[in-house]
């Protein structure tokens, strides 16, 4: 039987959720910003959480798979 390996797009889709979902909790526990609305709050810490997400998930991904690399 062959090991099992991590699988990347699992890890990097794991952490954009992650991020999007801190990201909601930041916009709506956080201080209301005059002169925007609260979509536009949430869409752009949705986008830094989910890149930031992104990255740590791949982080993760090379910390799981780092017998296969040869590390």
């Known amino acids: 039987m062959a090991p099992r390996h991590p699988r990347l797009p699992r890890f990097l889709g794991t952490g ?3 991020g999007a979902l801190i ?3 930041v916009a709506v526990v956080g ?3 005059p002169y925007v609305n609260g979509l536009e709050e949430y869409l752009i810490f949705a986008l830094i959480g989910g890149g930031a ?3 740590v998930g791949a982080l993760a991904f090379l910390v799981a798979d780092r017998p296969r690399l040869g590390s």
């Open 23 to 25: 990201a909601l909790l």
């Open 53 to 55: 997400g992104v990255a």
């Open 31 to 33: 201080r209301d910003v």
């Open 16 to 18: 954009g959720v992650l």
